[in-house]
Nanobody, 122 residues
């Protein structure tokens, strides 16, 4: 059974940093591209970042480019999202997903985690 479990969310002040982790089980992580998405209250889920199977290619939404970094440790079956200079508009549930190719579209991902809450008060 495939499981993706996110951790590392929390309540932080604007300008602070957080590091999210996504631990995978039931699949060979190195065979999958990984993506991070987020959903804020009352809004649709949106793409945040993606990383290729080897970690050599990364992609970011314009809203997080330069502040967020996605990485992975296949040997540990874990993907990370380092978030710096957090803003109130980053408040959302962050979810990781596994797919065959890194992509901005949700439709490209077949496995999803439950998410972790990130709150940045204004």
């Amino acid at each position: 059974q495939v499981q993706l479990v996110e951790s590392g969310g929390g309540l932080v002040q604007a300008g602070a940093s957080l590091r999210l982790a996504c631990a995978a089980s039931g699949l060979t992580l190195s065979s999958y591209a990984m993506g991070w998405f987020r959903q804020a209250p009352g809004k649709e889920r949106e793409f945040v970042a993606a990383v290729s199977k080897s970690g050599g290619l990364t992609y970011y939404a314009n809203s997080v480019k330069g502040r967020f970094t996605v990485s992975r440790e296949n040997a540990k079956d874990t993907v990370y999202l380092e978030m710096n200079s957090l803003k109130p508009e980053d408040t959302a549930v962050y979810v990781c997903a596994a797919g065959l190719v890194p992509d901005t579209s949700e439709a490209r991902y077949g496995y999803w985690g439950q998410g972790t809450q990130v709150t940045v008060p204004s």
